[in-house]
């Protein structure tokens, strides 16, 4: 059974573009988190959501904006995209708050978005 | 604003020896937590470090923590090829964990060569 899963895996578009992945998971948890991974295996976190409440955005540029329907799924629209916006983009959960080892994080599969 | 230092950054051991990972935080979190991200994959969770002194092992790997010198260490013992990966650290943004997501280190790419 898959955790946590991404669609698409890969994804390759023009300068400009509108695009979204889309996660979930079926875990159960309540937080997700959308990362950012750069060319040199840089993990850099953009958003979170807990309950549906967006928890944190570090400094993401407005053209990036998480959607979650529901606890099970947190999607991330992107507007403009832009040369720099090439990464690999991970999804992950998590309880919140719980205090033990389920705390962890759990990553997606990624997607590799390049721009052209 | 939250550092998190590992090093090396890059390391290549032959099968059999043993190293250490270090990785320096600068928050006073007491919870820290190390990944291994295979290439083209995604990040798999290894240890989850819940309080000082903490010390968890798996097979030939071996995480602790030391939260007053913020310093966390992951020892390798007698490598083995299976074990080339990138290693991450990371802590939580805000100490005390929940839903406001890691900091990571910038990894340590590790080669362990027969």
């Known amino acids: 059974d898959t955790a946590v899963s991404q669609t698409p895996k890969y994804l390759v578009t023009q300068m400009g573009n509108d695009k979204s992945i889309k996660c979930e998971q079926n875990l159960g948890h309540d937080t997700m988190y959308w990362y950012k991974q750069d060319s040199k295996k840089f993990l850099k976190i953009m958003f979170s959501?807990?309950?549906?409440?967006?928890?944190i955005n570090e400094t993401v540029p407005n053209r990036f904006s998480p959607k979650s329907p529901d606890k099970a799924h947190l999607n991330l629209h992107i507007n403009s995209l832009e040369l720099g916006d090439s990464a690999v983009y991970f999804c992950?959960?998590?309880?919140?708050?719980?205090?033990?080892?389920?705390?962890?994080?759990?990553f997606g599969p990624g997607t590799r978005l390049t721009v052209l | 604003e939250l550092k998190v230092e590992q090093n090396p950054l890059f390391l290549s051991m032959q099968e059999g020896k043993n190293y250490t990972i270090y990785c320096n935080y600068s928050?006073?979190?007491?919870?820290l937590y190390w990944y291994r991200q295979d290439p083209g994959k995604s990040l798999e969770s290894l240890f989850v470090l819940l309080s000082n002194g903490a010390v968890k092992q798996e097979g030939r790997l071996m995480a602790s923590l030391d939260t007053k010198a913020r310093l966390s260490t992951l020892h390798i013992t007698a490598a083995v090829h299976d074990l080339s990966a990138t290693y991450f650290c990371a802590v939580d943004i805000i100490p005390g964990g929940g839903a406001d997501g890691l900091t990571f280190g910038k990894g340590t790419h590790l080669i362990i060569q027969p």
């Open positions: 992950a959960s998590s309880h919140h708050g719980s205090g033990g080892a389920t705390d962890t994080q759990y």
């Open positions: 959501y807990n309950n549906k409440e967006l928890i």
């Open positions: 928050t006073t979190s007491d919870r």
